[in-house]
């Protein structure tokens, strides 16, 4: 066999065996960091007036990916009207190592989460989901989009066949759009509810998206700079959106 051939039989043999140890040492890498972060901001502020809490994490995914499995994960900090928190029993975090930045979330067991409205009334829901998933996507200027699905969200009091929350901010960078969606709830009547809302003048909420500013001190901005919200394609049958609505915004 010439030299010629010797060539092109190891060399993409070698090729492949390079890029592997590469992306072995990228992993290591990144999850080393990542471990650290996770330690720093264990029962901290993970952003401004937003802390994290768990029991214990396990941190895997090896070569391509980052997984983060979470026992008894806690949330708590300042809403736009006041404090919420949000526990829960189990919670994980998927990320690629590599690629966009995108971050997908599930969580699981029961639920708890405490809210402030509007008009400073607190608020508690317990619940247990069949699933419950998450997605969120970041680029140069902080959070693109974010997507929530649960599927049976149920408790003694009420239950709701499947619910939906996107956010998505528009590509100009001027307006935030939510939708809110939920089919099959049902109380006393089977109920579907649907609304979309677009936050416009939401360069006061740029540091809250990028992560540099708390909720509370970013929805007072955007209030005072004349920032308004405005509802379309309702259905919401016997709900009072304004008021559902309220502990965002």
Not at 10 to 38: D, N, Q, R, S
Not at 69 to 77: K, S
Not at 158 to 165: K, L
């Amino acid at each position: 066999m010439n030299y010629s051939s010797r060539f092109w039989l190891y060399a993409p043999v070698c090729t492949f065996l390079t890029l592997a140890a590469i992306a072995m040492a990228h992993w290591w890498i990144v999850a080393g960091a990542f471990e650290k972060k996770l330690a720093a901001m264990k029962g901290h502020q993970a952003v401004p007036g937003i802390a994290l809490d768990w029991d214990s994490v396990d941190v895997g995914g090896f070569p391509f990916r980052l997984d983060a499995d979470f026992l008894n994960f806690r949330v708590q900090g300042a809403g736009a009207h006041g404090p919420f928190a949000w526990k829960t029993e189990k919670f994980a975090l998927h990320a690629l190592t590599y690629g966009r930045d995108q971050s997908v979330y599930e969580a699981a067991g029961h639920q708890e989460l405490l809210w402030t409205s509007g008009n400073g009334v607190p608020g508690r829901i317990t619940f247990v989901p069949g699933t419950l998933r998450a997605s969120s996507i970041q680029d140069g200027r902080g959070l693109r989009r974010f997507d929530l699905d649960i599927v049976d969200l149920a408790n003694s009091d009420f239950m709701i066949g499947r619910f939906q929350f996107h956010l998505r901010r528009d590509p100009d960078g001027k307006d935030l759009d939510l939708m809110v969606k939920a089919d099959g709830m049902r109380r006393m009547t089977p109920a579907n509810v649907q609304a979309y809302v677009t936050l416009n003048r939401i360069g006061a909420l740029a540091p809250l998206l990028h992560g540099q500013s708390s909720w509370p001190q970013a929805t007072a901005a955007w209030r005072a700079q004349g920032g308004t919200a405005k509802l379309s394609q309702v259905i919401a049958p016997g709900v009072d959106l304004d008021k559902a609505l309220s502990p965002l915004y």
